[in-house]
Every structure is written in C-alpha cells, then in structure tokens.
C-alpha cells in the first residue's frame, strides 16, 4: 500500500511565522501535490511537481512555496502565515502510469490555525 | 483549464433511502473521472473512478456512478443509503492532456439520518 506521510496533524501558529508542512511518500512517485480543503470550497490545488527540484504553481500558490530536493520529500512552505490560511492542508503523490491509474494517494492532512 | 460543479452542498437523508450526487465537468477533451470519500476525522479515499469503456461504473460499498459525456456529467448514486455512509463526498477529474493534477468540486457533505 501507498503510505504519504504528512509529518505534523497538527499546528498553531501566529501571523507572520514561517511554517513548514512537511510530506513524504514511499513508493517512488515522481508526482506530488499540496491542496487546501475548505468547507464549502472543496480542495484546491496550490502547487505540484512532476520530478526533483520542479516545482508548478497551481491554482492558489499565492503565499505559499514549495522544495522537492528528494523524490519522496514534498515540503510546503509558509514564508509569512496569515490568518487567512488557517486551512486543512492535503499532500498527495501520484503514480507515474497515471493515464492509467490516476488514483491520487493523500495523506492524512495537516491542520494549521494561524493566530 | 477544468472545473468541476457539485450541485448538492448538503444532503440529508433518511436510511434506506436512495442517493444521487450530481456532478458535472468542463473540459472538451478526454478525462478521467472520480468520486472520492471522507468519513469523518479520515483522510479521503477512493469510492470509484472512470477511465474508458463501461460508462456505469461500480464501486466499494455499493456506490455506482454513470459518465453520460454529452452531459459532461458523473453523477454518484447508491440505492439504499446506510447510516455509516455519513461523509462528504467529491467529485475529481483530471484531463489526460496538460497538468496531471487533479481538479475537485466543493464537495457534498451527506448526512444519513439513522
């Protein structure tokens, strides 16, 4: 089975503190996402990447960053957290026969309050 | 770019009774299709998924969607509802051209009434 590992369930920030979300997938997927879930607005992509050190923005990439210095290793970044991004916050990979496939594998998510 | 429009925002139903979660997408070329699951406090997994061929498509717990594409739709049914089928609900498509991201729709949150 597909294990994609978000490494912390849980936040608390306060605005203008740097965040890092950390996720890692085992099974040697080139293709990782980050997604925000909010109630009423379903997820929505905020960056991807197809293979080390590429980075993609998606839909909402504004405030946010991303490093993919490793292959399992997808971390988020939030240079300046605002209130605004208080969010569920969904890593997921993807396998390379997509076409095929295309099952997006998710993590259990992270939850980030920024006070 | 591809969007997905979930019409139902909350449903609430009764056991037994019967579901259809509406879904439509826009996008003119060949997509993929899915329905995924979130039970409450889990992370969301998979109900079922179009690729090709057989547009009615079956999945786990006795979920089924239909692909009609003159309709740009995928709409998610199941004939008698239980109680633990109490989860939000959302449609995903992802185009086989261009990002392979997946695009979801604001979900459907389902409450079954025991």
């Known amino acids: 089975d597909v294990k994609v590992t978000q490494s912390s369930r849980y936040l608390v920030k306060r605005t203008g503190e740097k965040v890092f979300l950390e996720c890692v997938q085992d099974m040697d997927h080139e293709n990782m996402f980050w997604y925000r879930q909010d109630p009423g607005l379903g997820l929505r992509l905020i960056y991807f990447?197809?293979?080390?050190?590429?980075?993609e923005k998606g839909d909402i990439p504004e405030g946010y960053s991303v490093s993919r210095e490793k292959k399992e290793r997808f971390s988020l970044i939030l240079e300046s957290a605002s209130t605004n991004q208080t969010s569920m916050y969904l890593c997921a990979s993807l396998p390379p026969d997509y076409k095929n496939t295309g099952e997006l594998f998710f993590g259990e998510g992270s939850r980030l309050t920024v006070l | 770019a591809q969007s997905v429009s979930q019409h139902n925002h909350h449903v609430i139903l009764s056991e037994a009774a019967s579901l259809e979660l509406g879904c439509n997408y826009s996008?003119?070329?060949?997509?993929?299709l899915f329905w995924y699951v979130q039970y409450p406090g889990q992370h969301l997994q998979l109900l079922l998924k179009?690729?090709?061929?057989?547009?009615l498509v079956k999945g786990i717990k006795g979920f089924e969607a239909e692909f009609i594409k003159s309709k740009f739709s995928f709409n998610l049914r199941k004939p008698s509802v239980q109680w633990s089928d109490t989860a939000e609900y959302f449609c995903a498509v992802n185009a086989l051209t261009g990002r392979r991201a997946l695009t979801f729709g604001s979900g459907t949150r389902l409450q079954v009434q025991p």
């Open positions: 996008y003119g070329g060949t997509v993929n």
């Open positions: 990447s197809y293979d080390v050190k590429m980075k």
């Open positions: 179009y690729f090709s061929g057989d547009p």
